[in-house]
C-alpha cells in the first residue's frame, strides 16, 4: 500500500481545547496537501473546518465533551 492509499484511512485531529483558528487552518491544509479521509475538530471549529475544506471531498468529523467537556456552552 502506498503513502496516498494510506493517507486516505487517516482522521486528522486536533481536539486541544485551546486550538485557534491558525492551528485548525494548518490542520486542514495539511490534511489537504496529504489528503487524509478526515479532519475531526471540537464543536465550536466545525464550521471554519467545512469551509476551510468545501469541495475538497475530505470529511469533517466532531466529538461531543471531548475531552474536558470542550463542547457549545449551554
Known sequence: MTSEEIARYIDHTNLRP???KKDIELLCAEA???RF????VNPFRVQLAALLL???GIK????VGFP???TFPR
Open 18 to 20: 485551546m486550538a485557534t
Open 32 to 34: 489537504l496537501r496529504y
Open 37 to 40: 479521509a478526515a479532519v475531526c
Open 54 to 56: 468545501k469541495g475538497s
Open 60 to 63: 469533517v468529523a466532531s466529538v
Open 68 to 70: 474536558l467537556g470542550a
